[in-house]
């Protein structure tokens, strides 16, 4: 089964010692600038609070701040490596520069391309998995590859029209024998229990497995490469390549997939040269090494209290942290081109996913804490992504302690003695060019990036051109900045409201993700509303206190009291593409064009959105019954079959509209009632239901 042949040269046997070695001194010398910029920063925060930290309520924004300055340093420090590391022509240690020029000569290996999918738009979802498959054609490669749509909707609408286009994708690219089609009948844990069960069942066949997103687009180049890759790389479990954000219609989706195209690549390049073998799995646009995957990184449960308890929720993170503690290695390959995913396209739907990945990134401290032997830098990334979320109910709390110590200043008398038992007054200081200073330097670490990300897509040539020249880059990136200021403080209180669910342990509906739906004013207007009347409270409060007070607050006040306006307009779809017809926010596919996109946009809408509407397609016509028969199961009598035998008549008689949505899924899963149907539907008379869809529909 395996055609792979050991290609790796004797000088790179002991490869694994050098970028560890190597790994060590980046991160030691990483740990000591931003440790030195904190305690310099800390000081400073000392310096510019009235009592220097010598109460509680000081000491506590102290340690606040240099915990969000910490957070804030680290990923200074990435763009900057990553930044260098560009402008040197990438790092030396990369797969993908140690192994490129010897590509060509490598041979491939059967690889199985997964597609987890729930309840998501089947011409979006099924239109990039044939872009996918046409561009892998293109490559003369696709004879290694079979594709596999994994499915867990549990919609009858969705799923029967999700068979319909898989057979006729089938049909259409020739992909009978590579292209296949597999929906559970009980969708335990998720995505991970998905692709579990795709395991058990095929995964001993396959050498490889690339994992994708209903969202995913990879060029047929790219799968090719990431397999010869892993062909010479045999100590590699895991090669997560770094996606870009793609197809955004909207404002909201347009501002993240520009983020995203241009920061990004500093920011992957710098990760990727800090973590070398150690990197994280994403759970998507990645390939795995199956039988390793298969062997290390099976989920177990938690055993913990409350949310510590239970079934693993976010499983790519655990999963490479794993495939490392078995001895193997992750590689996380920014270099790697033509990847993409798609952007939610409101600001709703990314908190309602980031509420998801709260819940799970939270639960990774037990790992963090007590999982044994996971290496210190898997570690370190649960570390990472609880902070993603964590920073901002920290942040909250800043603000709220600051806006207490700025009212014990006004409204409370000086206290001398801060410090019990002190023999000596404090006198409270003012440093307004100290705080001013922090303030400055603060920024300049959040912005800094951004003007390195700017000037290096202005020294790579071609790439300023890619985004359609220098002024539509420059102001496409001053807008970016507008947005992002405008949507933090928004997040911020999610977050926060995230974080604290999660530590009650709140339980999630696990739903498909809206990836075209603009919202509504009302929606927007409910769901902000707290953090509205929250902002409105704080900011009068603020007025009322010192004007001077007030103007500080406004930066977080102002976009949390027009949250509601700030979610609809920036998830409007009209705004998105006007703002790209004046030439804003445009990004390298959409200015030299992309026929993976181009592909996708050519797929045909289903009619899956129209209720019944598969079902009935299932039933009248000829070829789809037999192919949702040959998919369905069948029932040997008893009290399931005897229900059955009721419903089929009732929907003969009455048509699907008389059934509930559970009952069409029991007769579009039971073979018998589909043939049934069938037969009777087309021998119905002309004035019946089925008489008139037949003659509706001439078939």
Same mark, same amino acid.
């Given at each position: ?273 800090l973590q070398l073998g150690d990197a994280a799995y994403w759970g998507h646009n990645a390939i795995i090494r199956t039988q390793l ?260 607050? @406004?930066? *977080?006040?102002?976009?949390?009291? /027009? ?5 609809? #307009? &920036? $998830? !409007?779809?009209?705004?998105? +593409? ?65 229900? @059955?035998? *009721?419903?089929?008549?009732?929907? /003969? ?5 008389? #059934? &509930? $949505? !559970?009952?069409?899924?029991? +007769? ?32």
């Open positions: 089964m395996n055609t792979a042949v050991d290609t790796t040269a004797p000088d790179q046997q002991a490869r694994p010692v050098r970028w560890k070695l190597r790994a060590a001194i980046r991160r030691l010398i990483l740990t000591t600038l931003v440790l030195g910029q904190v305690t310099v920063g800390t000081q400073y925060m000392l310096f510019v609070l009235p009592y220097h930290g010598s109460d509680w309520l000081e000491l506590s924004l102290a340690v606040l701040f240099a915990i969000l300055f910490t957070w804030i340093s680290i990923g200074f420090w990435l763009g900057l490596y990553g930044f260098v590391l560009r402008r040197f022509g990438g790092d030396s240690l990369s797969l993908l520069r140690r192994h490129g020029k010897f590509l060509d000569q490598t041979p491939m290996a059967r690889t199985a391309v997964v597609m987890p999918i729930y309840n998501e738009p089947i011409e979006r979802t099924l239109g990039g998995l044939r872009a996918v498959y046409r561009s892998l054609i293109a490559t003369g490669q696709s004879e290694h590859f079979d594709f596999f749509i994994l499915s867990d909707s549990r919609d009858p609408d969705i799923w029967l029209s999700e068979q319909a286009t898989w057979y006729q994708l089938c049909r259409e690219l020739g992909a009978e024998g590579h292209l296949f089609y597999r929906r559970r009948s009980l969708n335990m844990h998720y995505k991970s229990g998905n692709i579990a069960d795709f395991l058990r069942r095929w995964g001993k066949d396959y050498e490889y497995t690339i994992v994708l997103d209903a969202d995913s687009l990879m060029e047929g180049d790219t799968l090719v490469k990431m397999v010869k890759l892993m062909q010479r790389e045999p100590n590699v479990g895991i090669l997560q390549t770094g996606p870009s954000l793609i197809n955004g219609k909207s404002l909201f989706a347009r501002v993240q997939q520009f983020s995203n195209q241009l920061y990004g690549p500093l920011f992957s390049t710098g990760l990727a040269a995957f298969m062997r290390h990184c099976g989920l177990r449960t938690l055993g913990g209290p409350g949310i510590f308890g239970g079934p693993i929720l976010s499983h790519d993170f655990v999963e490479a942290a794993y495939m490392g503690r078995a001895g193997y290695e992750v590689w996380l390959e920014p270099a790697l081109e033509g990847t993409y995913e798609e952007s939610p396209p409101t600001v709703v739907d990314e908190l309602t996913r980031d509420k998801r990945w709260a819940k799970g990134n939270i639960q990774h401290l037990w790992l963090l804490l007590f999982e044994p032997r996971l290496r210190f830098a898997h570690r370190m990334a649960f570390l990472n992504g609880l902070m993603s979320y964590c920073a901002s109910p920290l942040w909250l709390a800043f603000l709220v302690l600051s806006t207490f110590e700025v009212t014990r200043l006004i409204l409370w008398p000086i206290n001398y003695f801060p410090a019990e038992y002190s023999l000596f007054p404090v006198w409270p200081e003012f440093h307004p060019e100290l705080a001013l200073a922090l303030a400055s330097s603060t920024i300049g670490l959040l912005f800094v990036p951004k003007v390195l990300a700017f000037l290096d897509a202005l020294m790579t040539r071609g790439r300023i051109r890619k985004f359609g020249g220098f002024f539509q880059l420059l102001r496409g990136m001053l807008l970016e900045i507008v947005v992002s200021i405008l949507l933090a403080p928004i997040r911020m209180l999610a977050h926060t409201r995230y974080v604290i669910e999660a530590l009650f342990n709140l339980n999630l509906s696990w739903a498909g993700q809206n990836r075209t739906r603009e919202t509504r004013w009302w929606d927007a207007i409910v769901n902000q509303a707290p953090g509205t009347i929250l902002a409105l409270g704080w900011s009068g409060f603020a007025y009322w206190l010192d004007v001077m007070f007030f103007y500080w607050s @406004l930066p *977080v006040a102002l976009p949390l009291i /027009l949250a509601a306006p700030i979610s609809v #307009l &920036s $998830g !409007k779809i009209g705004i998105g +593409l006007l703002l790209e017809r004046w030439g804003f926010l445009r990004i390298p596919e959409e200015v030299n064009g992309s026929k993976l996109v181009d592909e996708l946009e050519r797929m045909p809408v289903t009619d899956a959105q129209l209720p019944r509407s598969a079902f009935v397609h299932a039933v009248v016509d000829p070829v789809m019954n037999h192919v949702h028969c040959t998919l369905a199961r069948g029932h040997r009598g008893g009290v399931k079959q005897s229900r @059955l035998a *009721v419903l089929r008549r009732r929907c /003969l008689k009455e048509g699907p509209e008389s #059934l &509930s $949505g !559970k009952e069409i899924s029991m +007769l579009a899963k039971d073979k018998e009632s589909l043939r049934w149907l069938h037969e009777e539907a087309w021998r119905a008379s002309h004035d019946s239901y089925w008489g008139r869809v037949i003659s509706a529909r001439s078939y």
